[in-house]
């Protein structure tokens, strides 16, 4: 499969390593448009403009998402008869897309940055898009990790939402774990050491089990004992869930705000 990138920063080329990794795209079927090198798959062409010759299979958009007037003023005509566009653009539908660049399937997807491990999630929307074209994205996508597609834009948006940004927040709470390791006395080496494996071993053992996380909590506080305790201070009013209800609102909220934007 032959792509184009434009805009291929920290979740673009996420998402290009893991398909040149898992041989999805050979690493000489790709070129990349971005305002300067950066690090990518050996084999990678990158330059500032798009390359002559040939159109590829997809384009793949990368761009902030207040970038999107830019490269379309600057790529649109060229990209007329490719034949499909998918985009990782926060907030950009795929009416918004088709606008800014009339001619290929427009999807929209939002990936997270352990699609490079081929352990992330890829929600997509685009509810007209035929099935040929559906085919090819799941082809593209599938060495990503799960990959869910979304007919309704506001569970679309809600659970790209939540995926798109559930790492960042996972990330904090091992440095808070971290945090809490350390004022019982861990050095900050041992603290983040322990966090993170703790949590990995956690959500590994999530993932295999047929237990739900409840029950698996349930199993680790032994009557009478530590965790209970410890659970007690996180459930106390619902402490947590308040805190993620409002963490997860305040996400939503923003990305009706970027998508409003997006359409002008
Ligand atoms: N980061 C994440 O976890 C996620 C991000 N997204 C979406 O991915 C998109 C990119 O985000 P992210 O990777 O974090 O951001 P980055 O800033 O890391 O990547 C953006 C890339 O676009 C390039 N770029 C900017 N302007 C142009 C232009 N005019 N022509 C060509 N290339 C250009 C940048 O190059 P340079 O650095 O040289 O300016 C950079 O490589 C956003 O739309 C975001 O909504 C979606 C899900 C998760
Ligand atoms: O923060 C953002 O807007 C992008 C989308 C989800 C993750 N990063």
């Known amino acids: 499969m032959r792509l184009w990138m434009i805009g291929c920063g920290n ?12 041989g999805t795209v050979a690493a000489g079927d790709v070129d990349v448009v971005n ?23 997809v384009v793949v958009l990368g761009v902030k998402p207040q970038q999107l007037a830019d ?3 600057r790529f649109a005509g060229r990209l007329a008869d490719v034949p499909l566009l998918v985009s990782m653009l926060a907030g950009c539908d795929p009416a918004t897309l088709s606008a800014a660049f009339p001619g290929p399937v427009a999807v929209q997807t939002m990936p997270n940055l352990p699609v490079e491990l081929g352990r992330g999630v890829v ?12 085919a090819t994205v799941d082809r593209l996508m599938a060495p990503l ?40 006395g861990l ?4 603290a983040a050491a ?18 739900t996380p409840a029950a698996l909590a349930d199993a680790v506080a032994s009557p009478g004992g530590m965790t209970r305790e410890g ?6 009013d619902r402490a947590l869930d308040t805190l993620f209800e409002r963490t997860l609102t305040a996400v939503a909220r923003r990305g009706e705000e970027m998508a409003a934007a997006a359409k002008g």
């Open 123 to 134: 929600a997509i929307h685009a509810p007209a898009a035929p099935d040929a074209a559906r």
């Open 11 to 22: 979740m673009g080329s996420a998402m290009l390593r893991r398909w040149v990794d898992s």
């Open 35 to 57: 305002r300067t090198d950066r690090a990518l798959p050996d084999g990678v062409r990158q330059a500032r403009d798009l390359p002559d010759g040939p159109l590829p299979d």
């Open 187 to 190: 050095s900050p080496q041992e």
């Open 71 to 73: 490269v379309a003023a």
């Open 231 to 236: 659970l007690n201070v996180l459930d106390a």
């Open 145 to 184: 990790g799960l990959v869910e597609w979304f007919d309704d834009p506001a569970r679309f948006a809600a659970a790209g939402a939540l995926s798109g940004t559930a790492p960042a927040f996972v990330f904090r709470v091992i440095d808070a774990l971290a945090a809490g390791g350390r004022a019982i």
């Open 194 to 211: 322990v966090a993170l494996a703790a949590v990995e071993g956690a959500a590994a053992m999530a993932a295999a089990s047929d237990r």
